[in-house]
C-alpha cells in the first residue's frame, strides 16, 4: 500500500463545474496535509494547506480533512480551464520537512 | 521578496560523472529541503537540512548526499550517475518555526539528463 494514494485521472469537468480531488493516507501519525499544483514542465505551487479535521476555504479552494477516515480532499469551485494542472497531494509526518506525495491527479477543465 | 533559487536550470551529464546542484532559498528560510521527481516513481524527498545538519533522509543511495551552508544556501551532489538519475531535482525551501506544520515552497528545478 501506498503512503499517499490518489486517483491518478485524468478528471475532467466543464467550466464552470466542481471538481472534487481525493487523497488518502496509510500513516495515523501524520500531522500536516498539503495541496500542490503543478502545470506541465514547472515545479509545484501551494495551493492549500490544512491540519485540522474539518473544511478549510480560500476562494474558489475548499480543503477537507478527516483524519479518523484518513481522507484528505480538494474542491474547486467554479472550474477554470486555467485549472487544468496536475494537482498533488502531500503529506508531512513528523517535525521538520519531509513531505510524502501522491502520484497527482491530473485535471481537465473543458471550456 | 525573492522565491526559491535554483541553479543549473538544465544539465546533460553522461553516465559515470558526478553532479552539484544548488539552491539559495527564500530570504529568511531555514530549512532546504530536495526532492527528485521522475514520471516513474512521482515525486520523492531525497533529504533536509537545517542549521548546516541533515535532519531527515529519504530512501536514496549514498550516491546522493548534499550540504547546508551558514547563509542556508544548498547543495546536492550525485556521484556515479546512473541513467535512472534523470530527473526534475527540486529544492524547497520553509521558515521552520512551526514544527511540522511548516509550508514548503519549490524552486523551479534542475532538470538533469544523463546519457
Known amino acids: 500500500q501506498k503512503e499517499v494514494e490518489q486517483n491518478s485521472g485524468p478528471l475532467s469537468v466543464p467550466e464552470g463545474a466542481i471538481a472534487s480531488l481525493n487523497c488518502t493516507y496509510s500513516d495515523r501519525v501524520s500531522q500536516s496535509f498539503f495541496w500542490y499544483r503543478q502545470y506541465s514542465g514547472k515545479s509545484p505551487e501551494l495551493i492549500m494547506s490544512i491540519y485540522s479535521n474539518g473544511d478549510k476555504e480560500d476562494g474558489r479552494f475548499t480543503a477537507q480533512l478527516n483524519k479518523a477516515s484518513q481522507y484528505v480532499s480538494l474542491l474547486i469551485r467554479d472550474s477554470q480551464p486555467s485549472d487544468s494542472a496536475t494537482y498533488l497531494c502531500?503529506?508531512?509526518?513528523?517535525?521538520?520537512?519531509?513531505?510524502?506525495f501522491g502520484a497527482g491527479t491530473i485535471l481537465r477543465v473543458k471550456s | 521578496k525573492a522565491g526559491v533559487t535554483q541553479t543549473p536550470r538544465y544539465l546533460i551529464k553522461t553516465r559515470g560523472q558526478q553532479v552539484t546542484l544548488s539552491c539559495s532559498p527564500i530570504s529568511g528560510h531555514r530549512s532546504v529541503s530536495w526532492y527528485q521527481q521522475t514520471p516513474g516513481q512521482g515525486l520523492q524527498f531525497l533529504f533536509e537540512y537545517f542549521s548546516e545538519t541533515q535532519r531527515n533522509k529519504g530512501n536514496f543511495p549514498g550516491r546522493f548526499s548534499g550540504r547546508q551552508f551558514s547563509n542556508s544556501r544548498s547543495e546536492m551532489n550525485v556521484s556515479t550517475l546512473e541513467l535512472g538519475d534523470s530527473a526534475l531535482y527540486l529544492c524547497?525551501?520553509?521558515?521552520?518555526?512551526?514544527?511540522?506544520?511548516?509550508?514548503?515552497?519549490f524552486g523551479p528545478g534542475t532538470r538533469l539528463l544523463v546519457l
Open positions: 502531500a503529506v508531512n509526518r513528523e517535525y521538520g520537512n519531509k513531505l510524502v
Open positions: 524547497a525551501s520553509s521558515r521552520m518555526t512551526q514544527g511540522a506544520r511548516e509550508t514548503q515552497y
